[in-house]
């Protein structure tokens, strides 16, 4: 088997497993293995040594190029809150379960108790929500 259908079933191979292990970075190194491919085919004689070099490099200038690109043109998304919960309760008022006191308490959303932090209230009042610091609802006095 000659060395170039060895760097295209490589990059064929990579680019496949994308599919199972998505995050496109080994797409990137899929392009790499099919270009070295190409030029392997065209320079048969190319040392092994040189092959491997010249498609770490590709690899890292794919990498690097793919990385700065999509930097400056993030994917559009219809939901950009999607896997950020706590960023759509910014807004929403809701009633107090448990008091804060020293600053912390909870609040019921829906179907889930959050912690909330904020200015010391009983329970039942109402609050707004007007930030998130991870999972910790940030509220105000509504």
Do not use: C
């Not at 496109?24 to 070295?36: E, H, Q, S, T």
């Amino acid at each position: 088997m000659s060395a170039y259908w060895i760097w295209l079933i490589l990059g064929v191979a990579l680019m496949a497993l994308e599919i199972l292990a998505p995050g496109i970075f080994l797409i990137w190194l899929g392009i790499a293995g099919l270009i070295v491919g190409v030029i392997v085919f065209w320079v048969q004689d190319m040392l092994w040594q040189w092959q491997v070099a010249l498609y770490a490099i590709l690899s890292v200038a794919s990498v690097v190029v793919s990385w700065r690109y999509l930097r400056r043109h993030p994917f559009a998304t219809e939901e950009p809150n999607l896997n950020l919960r706590t960023k759509n309760f910014v807004g929403q008022l809701v009633a107090l379960e448990a008091a804060i006191v020293n600053g912390r308490g909870r609040a019921r959303l829906g179907d889930s108790v959050w912690q909330v932090s904020g200015p010391d209230l009983p329970a039942g009042a109402r609050v707004r929500i007007t930030g998130a610091d991870g999972t910790l609802l940030i509220v105000e006095k509504a």
